[in-house]
């Protein structure tokens, strides 16, 4: 799991730099004379990133040289997300709200100061609002437009910067070249030829159980009996819900799901410039169709119009909107999700969080997200990865699923024993779900777009979604305990709970034992 082990000798500064007045602060931090040179092409600096992640798994922004990061900037959108804190405070520390505390606010003050008196010196035109690209008022996180190679070098070396770091570039960020199934968007619509009996077992009612749902698997329908989620409100972030899905809407609530409530909402910016947001505001309607697959796999109702049921059928439901797909590769997308989980962390009512989505690099302003979400008792499910055309073979776990805050989920074949084709696995998973035939390459059936007639969706996204699903009808079984006890329950019910696996983790959860139900 990654930790954030360098910040131990960040705060040995920090309480060195702690009696400083403005004054001293600012004449400390003078930048470095600037490297003469270009930046770095966009092909350099994707040999970089690549070499590390073979190397080590990982690439971590805080590990490269300020002319890496920099170069990354004009390679992208210029957008730097700038982690502050006061001084003597450790950087692993957040906040109840950084726009409440003062200590806070005025290091934030003093690190904007800094930017603007530096960019000025290239462009007097330069302003704080000009350069401010969002808004953060929760985490100690400042997201600004910078050009210079000096504004970098004297932010990483300012005891009141905690991080530094390029919010949209990515190894791969070829958007125009990229197809929408290229990024996990653009393939959720009915699947035909699926046969029941085989494909999928029709319920009482009518409804569809997916053929990964079958006991022998993860005692899914066994566990039924004993809990199907109510209670519970788990968070779906991805790029959101189709509003013409009716199964996500007015028929979420039908047949044998009842009393639920499901909400949907957005927190992907809309595009800026100059720190000024331009066209539409965006809308928590999924435009790439993986959110909503999500959706379903999590929790979609048990009715009585054909549709495929999720896992935690009586469980309540948010979804996000906070990207366009599933490579979180804009500065606005890294924002959305950073916004997302913030806003999941201060909801009271919801316990579980999940995102099927993730990106190569690490993303410092995520990080605080999650951890921020982590501290306040959430259970965090991550996908561990999934595989594109364009991510040159590598199947190690990506970003946010890393983290030690998140459980890391990939899905592996019906043989039990092989990952999915795509899925990625690593030390850091946790746990794994069912979700490929080897004999026709079959995936789980959710909610396509519209209608009734599933689709079907693969990689460890879904297994993430089925993994958060399973959480919810064990907590709803369990109400009154916390995300560590109902974790524990987790790892007891999995194939590998005493012998934790290098790729596979825990393994595979059987639901029924988990919440106490007897296998027929």
């Not at 954030?4 to 930048?31: I, K, N, S």
């Not at 005891?159 to 959720?188: F, H, I, K, Q, W």
Request: glycine share 8%; with cysteine; proline share 3%.
């Amino acid at each position: 799991m990654t930790n954030f082990t360098r910040y131990a000798a960040a705060a040995a500064l920090l309480w060195l730099g702690a009696c400083q007045t403005q004054d001293e602060e600012m004449a400390r931090v003078q930048p470095e004379p600037e490297i003469v040179g270009e930046a770095l092409s966009t092909s350099q600096l994707d040999e970089q990133i690549w070499a590390r992640v073979r190397q080590t798994g990982s690439y971590d922004w805080r590990q490269a040289s300020d002319h890496v990061v920099w170069s990354a900037l004009q390679r992208s959108d210029q957008v730097l997300s700038v982690g502050y804190a006061p001084a003597g405070t450790s950087p692993e520390e957040l906040p109840e709200r950084a726009a409440d505390d003062a200590d806070y606010q005025q290091a934030r003050q003093q690190v904007l100061q800094l930017i603007v008196e530096l960019e000025r010196r290239a462009d007097p035109t330069v302003t704080a609002e000009r350069i401010v690209v969002f808004d953060q008022a929760t985490l100690p996180v400042l997201t600004v437009r910078v050009r210079q190679l000096a504004t970098v070098q004297a932010l990483r070396r300012s005891p009141l910067v905690r991080y530094a770091e390029p919010m949209g570039y990515e190894p791969g960020r070829d958007v125009a070249n990229r197809t929408l199934s290229s990024s996990g968007c653009g393939s959720n619509t009915a699947t035909a030829g699926l046969v029941a009996g085989s494909d999928y077992t029709v319920l009482t009612g009518g409804s569809k159980s997916s053929w990964n749902q079958a006991d022998v698997y993860h005692g899914i329908r066994a566990a039924w009996t004993q809990s199907t989620g109510r209670g519970i409100k788990m968070v779906i972030i991805d790029s959101g819900s189709s509003d013409a899905q009716d199964n996500l809407g007015a028929a979420f609530n039908q047949g044998l799901s009842t009393g639920r409530t499901i909400e949907r909402l957005v927190t992907l910016p809309r595009n800026s410039l100059f720190g000024i947001p331009y066209g539409a505001a965006e809308t928590p309607n999924d435009g790439c169709g993986h959110g909503t697959s999500m959706a379903g796999a999590a929790a979609a109702p048990r009715g009585t119009d054909g549709a495929s049921v999720g896992i935690a059928y009586n469980a309540n439901l948010i979804t996000i909107r906070a990207a366009e797909d599933v490579f979180l590769d804009a500065s606005r997308e890294v924002q959305g999700v950073a916004d997302a989980f913030t806003l999941a962390a201060n909801r009271a009512d919801v316990r579980i969080i999940s995102m099927s989505m993730g990106r190569v690099t690490s993303s410092s302003q995520m990080a605080d997200a999650i951890r921020y979400a982590y501290g306040r008792g959430k259970l965090i499910f991550c996908a561990a990865g999934t595989s594109f055309d364009w991510s040159a073979g590598w199947v190690g776990v990506i970003f946010p699923a890393s983290l030690g805050e998140a459980v890391a989920v990939t899905g592996v074949k019906d043989n039990l024993t092989t990952r999915c084709d795509e899925c990625h696995t690593g030390a850091d998973v946790e746990f794994t779900v069912v979700m490929q035939r080897t004999s026709n390459n079959l995936r789980p059936l959710s909610l396509a777009m519209s209608g009734d007639a599933p689709s079907t969706v693969g990689g460890s996204s879904v297994a993430t979604a089925s993994m958060a699903g399973m959480a919810a009808v064990v907590w709803s079984r369990y109400p009154t305990e916390t995300r560590d006890q109902i974790k524990a329950r987790l790892i007891a019910a999995s194939s590998n709970a005493s012998n934790r696996s290098t790729s596979f983790g825990y393994g595979r959860v059987n639901l029924a034992r988990a919440v106490g139900a007897v296998v027929q």
